[in-house]
Each structure stands twice: as C-alpha cells, then as structure tokens.
C-alpha cells in the first residue's frame, strides 16, 4: 500500500499523485498554489545552475521512455 501524501496546500492526507490534480487534492488547491507563485510568494532563491541538473540528466544510451531499472 502507498503511503499517503500531504497536499503542499492545504495539508490534507492522501494519494494525491493518481488524481488529476496531483500532488494537490484539488483543483482549488493546485490554484492557490499557482497563484503564490505568481504573486512571488514562492520563488526559487537562487538562480540554477548547470550543477543543479546533473543528479537528473539521463545518461547516453538510455531509453528516457523504456522500463526503469529496478
């Protein structure tokens, strides 16, 4: 069984990450959210780097849409 997930907004439990509005627990949720990042109440704090991508890029060879490794 999946563990459940708090809504980053309103705080509620559950498995947000197979609705629609995920990780949110509702539409209302994933606007409120929206709406702080274009009001500049949540910002990235620094600009990225290149060095902030590398635990993310895919390595050569790698199928990015093939199974994942287990």
Not at 9 to 31: E, H, I, N, V
Not at 44 to 70: C, K, M, T, W
Request: glycine share 10%.
């Amino acid at each position: 069984m999946k563990r459940p997930l708090k809504c980053p907004t309103c705080k509620k439990s559950g498995d947000w990450q197979a609705g629609p509005c995920g990780p949110f627990c509702s539409k209302r949720c994933k606007l409120v959210d929206l709406g702080k990042w274009f009001s500049g109440e949540n910002a990235i704090p620094e600009p990225l780097r290149p060095e902030h991508f590398q635990n993310y890029e895919i390595p050569p060879g790698v199928d990015p849409d093939g199974p994942e490794a287990s």
